[in-house]
Each structure stands twice: as structure tokens, then as C-alpha cells.
């Protein structure tokens, strides 16, 4: 039997690997945080002796609590005020969680945000299947499904998922520019500058889970009313300090007000230009983000 400290080493190796799938399958900070934390208690009260795979043992507890997680999630997203968006997750300096392109780009709120429309087990066998490479076997032994079952629900998955996945992501330069573009263009007040940045059928999606007025309870369409809007929050709300930093494998525009998180803004781009601009500005779900 392993001994206490050997646990927590064992788990603590394994922490950043695990909580990387929780974040992907549940997109949320905090739901994979207690995900990570119940994993740690069963794995203690376990006390596993002779594990052949640490690691395959924690991402069976972990996939398999995340399951659970999703199903009770669907019922409180139906009654969540407002348009839902992931909670943003800092990524600077965590190559752990960007260290391959496909690990980079299944962190975005398009990729988190498609996942949305699958099942949990569609979501866990797409996620294990297409991010972290398992292969139908390891998945069958995770999800507790045939291999069968589980190349079914990857079928189901990529099927449904056919007409949104783009194989035309924006090199990190490309994004780099326009967050840089964006960024001084709203901070001087430059509407056609801000304009020439949009394309013509440009959505706003801000999250702010009815806790603030600065977002409305629906997307905003049409570059003019996009800027509109923006332009006004701005006015009646001015940050205290806004800058550029890594968020969910991107750039991304941060802000403060009062020197707490206020706002973060991510671009889903196509084409050389902003396709969709996503605003969190929910505090519940920048409260781990440091100002």
C-alpha cells in the first residue's frame, strides 16, 4: 500500500496532466478544480497498492467525475441568465497545457464551445480521442463503454461537430495583430478603425451570468452595433488598467476596474478578421484570474 506522502506525490505529478482534461471536458476553472480535488480524495481513501499507471487511474476517476459534472450541468446552463461562455484560463507560461497545436487550439472558446453541443460521453470520448490521443481501447476502459460504443460516439461526435470545425485557424501572429489592433483602436476611440478590425457579420457574445449590466442577455450582430455597444460599455464603466496577456492558448484583452478582474475579451477569427468577440464579465468567473 502507498504510503501517504507517496499519494500525494503520485497525484501531484499527475495534477497538471489531469486538470488539462477536466478543463477541456467540463470549461470551467473551478468545476475542474473540485473535479481534481474529489479525484485526490478518492485516490487517498483508495490507497492503491501495485498500479501499473498512475496516471491511467487518475484520468479514469477524473474523466468519469467530469461525466457525472456535465450531466448536472446541462440543467443549470438551461437556467443561466444570459449567453454561457467557458471561464477564461490564463496560459501564459503553461506549456503544459499549449505544447502542441491540437492542445493549443482545443483550448479555445470556439473548440469549448462546440463541445457544448455533445453528449458527456461524446464529449469525453472526442476529447480523449482527438486532444490527448488515446487510443479505443484506452478510451473503452476509461468511459466504461465497449470500443465499439466508444468509435460510435466518436462517429456521433465528428459528425455533429462537421459544419462548425474550421482547418483555417489564424497563425498566433495573425491574432497577435488584430488583439494589438483592437486593443489600441477601442482604447482612442477609433470607430472605423475598431469597424475595419469586424467582419460584416460579426457576433458579440458577452457572458456576464446576469451579475452585471455590460452584458445583454443576447449576441449582439453587425459591426456597427457590435462597436456601439462596446464604445458605450466603455464610457460608463472605464477600466483602470487594461493589457494583452495569454488566455486559453491566445491573446487576449484583460482589464481591471478598482484593482479587481473586470473583463476579458477573446476573438474567434476568420478570414483576417474578427468573426466573433467573446466578453466575460461575470466576477464569478474571474475570481483565479490575478489582476
Known sequence: M???????????EQRPYLFAIAYRLLGTVSDAEDVLQEAFLRWDRARPDNVQSVRAVLA?????????QLRSARARREVYVGPWLPEPLVTTDRSDL?????????????FLLMLEKLSPLERAVFVLREVFDYDYGEIASVVDKSEANCRQAFH???????????RFEPSLEQQERLTTEFLRATTSGDVQG????????VVSVGDGGGKTH??????????????????GNLQKMPPDRVWIEEVNGQP????????RPFGVVLFDIRDGRI????????????RHIGG
Not at 4 to 9: E, G, I, Y
Open 2 to 12: 502507498l504510503e501517504q506522502d507517496d499519494l500525494v506525490h503520485a497525484f501531484q
Open 194 to 201: 475598431l469597424l475595419d478590425l469586424l467582419a460584416e457579420d
Open 60 to 68: 479514469t476517476v477524473v474523466v468519469r467525475l467530469c461525466m457525472d
Open 252 to 259: 487576449a484583452i484583460m482589464a481591471t476596474r478598482d484593482g
Open 214 to 231: 455590460l452584458a445583454g442577455l443576447r449576441p449582439v450582430y453587425s459591426p456597427d452595433r457590435v462597436v456601439r455597444g462596446l464604445l
Open 275 to 286: 468573426q466573433t468577440l467573446y466578453s466575460v464579465v461575470n466576477p464569478d468567473k474571474l
Open 98 to 110: 499549449t505544447e502542441t497545436l491540437v492542445m493549443r487550439e482545443s483550448l479555445s472558446f470556439a
Open 156 to 166: 456521433r461526435a465528428r459528425q455533429r461537430l462537421a459544419d462548425q470545425q474550421s
